[in-house]
């Protein structure tokens, strides 16, 4: 058995099959050996440990660590910690079955230390690493580690699709294909496959129909990993009004999310997506964006004289 070499694996047309660990079993992570700090070629330090199952040789862990911070990456990667396992280990901790897994609530990856009958470690590191990019990320409301990252998810319509019963954020058993965290996993593995170009073929896992990534979709992956959404972006509008007039503002929303819209010593409210009158108003109103990309916003004036409209949108 060797620790990872990833130059020059042979090519796998089969598909990898991995979990992501709930929280109750993620103690089984931990492991006899002791860990050790990694500095990636970036400056970032990763926390490495090896099953004593394999013959410790830091320059392959080393290599391993480059490996992994080759792939499109932001900070996240210094809060990575990698378990490294015999398969035989691996199967008692992530599940019969099971390539690989990762458990989000540690930030860390249980891999390997070799290649596999059917999959290569490249392919299986990026996949749990796409996991990992998920621990690091807000989608408000929703949970990134289930849902995808928000640009992503935003352009996969993975909430209009959960509301009519076409994905299942989170199920790693029954839905598991069409679990929008697989996927966006499995696209994270191949933009960097295809950056790298030279890994080898690996089967699509999940759904093609939903998730396998276009040129659009790579591009928005991309700008989540590097340029995550994590804060609500404001933005202010002026409005004059007349005592008790109202005005429709048409608010652009591009990404799915929670919209909140305030105007101080004024009333608003948003419109649904029949866009019917505010059945009620309010000084703060909020609603949830999804597959909307606008949203009509209602502000009416107590008096006379201009008005801040303040909006926080996704």
């Known amino acids: 058995m060797k620790l990872v070499d990833a130059s020059g694996l042979a090519p796998s047309a089969a598909s990898i099959v991995d979990t992501t660990l709930a929280p109750r079993f993620e103690r089984a992570t931990a492991g006899p050996s002791a860990s050790s700090l990694y500095t990636a070629p970036d400056g970032a330090r990763v926390s490495v440990d090896v099953s004593s199952g394999y013959r410790r040789e830091p320059a ?4 391993l660590v480059d490996f992994v911070a080759s792939l499109v990456h932001g900070p996240e990667l210094g809060r990575l910690s ?4 015999t398969p035989a280990e691996l199967q008692g901790i992530c599940g019969v079955g099971a390539d690989a897994c990762y ?3 540690l930030m860390r990856m249980i891999v390997p230390g070799e290649d596999l009958r059917d999959v290569t470690l490249e392919h299986l590191i990026a996949h749990e690493y796409g996991h990992h990019v998920l621990a690091s990320q807000r989608n408000a409301p929703w949970n ?32 598991y294909r069409l679990n929008p965290a697989e996927g966006f996993a499995e696209a994270y593995r191949v933009v960097n496959a295809e950056r790298a170009g030279s890994w080898g073929a690996s089967a699509w896992i999940t759904d093609p129909l939903f998730f396998y990534p276009d040129a659009e979709a790579a591009r928005l992956l991309e700008q989540d990993v590097l340029h995550p959404l994590d804060r609500p972006a404001t933005v202010k509008r ?10 429709l503002l048409r608010v ?12 101080r010593d004024a009333q608003v409210s948003v419109l649904d997506t029949s866009g019917r009158p505010p059945s009620a108003w309010r000084p703060n109103a909020s609603a949830t964006v999804c597959g909307q990309r606008s949203i009509v916003v209602a502000v ?5 004289g201009r008005y801040t409209l303040t909006l926080r949108r996704p």
Do not use: M
């Open 82 to 85: 990698i378990s490294i396992r």
């Open 103 to 105: 458990a989000p609530a």
């Open 252 to 263: 652009a929303t591009p990404w799915d999310g929670i919209l909140r819209a305030s105007a």
């Open 300 to 304: 009416r004036g107590s008096a006379p």
């Open 238 to 247: 002026s409005i004059a009004l007349r005592s008790g007039q109202t005005r």
């Open 144 to 175: 990134a580690n289930a849902w995808g990252a928000k640009r992503w998810a935003t352009y996969e319509g993975v909430c209009a699709r959960e509301a009519r019963g076409e994905v299942f954020p989170g199920d790693e058993a029954e839905h």
């Open 60 to 63: 392959r862990v080393q290599h």
